[in-house]
């Protein structure tokens, strides 16, 4: 089982970035997919969530209206449109693919990916 997150880079604030995982050993359609974050200092927070077949949606309040998730099940990997950066974005973004089945609990992480926002 691999994620392999990328994208991650220094970017100005009021820019954008685009992360990427790539996700392969296990049937990426039927796991829920989310990207979590974790600044220096601080705990782990979920930012974005996609649904299995990405019918559904959900996003952090300090996100929601200028990040996007999104999902390809065709390519195995899922998305995040990040526009509008702060420097409060910046922080290590982690890719996670979970899902439940027969009473047990499936989760995955990826090594992560630094995103830096700063003039």
């Known amino acids: 089982v691999q994620l392999v997150e990328s994208g991650g880079n220094l970017v100005q604030p009021g820019g954008s970035l685009r992360l990427s995982c790539a996700a392969s050993?296990?049937?990426?359609?039927?796991?829920?997919m989310r990207w979590y974050r974790q600044a220096p200092g601080k705990e782990r927070e979920l930012v974005a969530a996609?649904?299995?077949?990405?019918?559904?949606?959900d996003y952090a309040d300090s996100v929601r209206g200028r990040f996007t998730i999104s999902r390809d099940n065709a390519k195995n990997t899922t998305y995040l449109q990040m526009n509008r950066l702060i420097s409060e974005d910046t922080a290590v973004y982690y890719c996670?693919?979970?899902?439940?089945?027969?009473?047990?609990?499936?989760?995955?992480w990826g090594q992560g990916t630094q995103v830096t926002v700063s003039s």
């Open positions: 996670n693919a979970k899902r439940w089945y027969l009473s047990q609990e499936y989760n995955y």
């Open positions: 996609i649904a299995s077949v990405g019918d559904s949606t």
């Open positions: 050993g296990f049937t990426f359609s039927t796991y829920h």
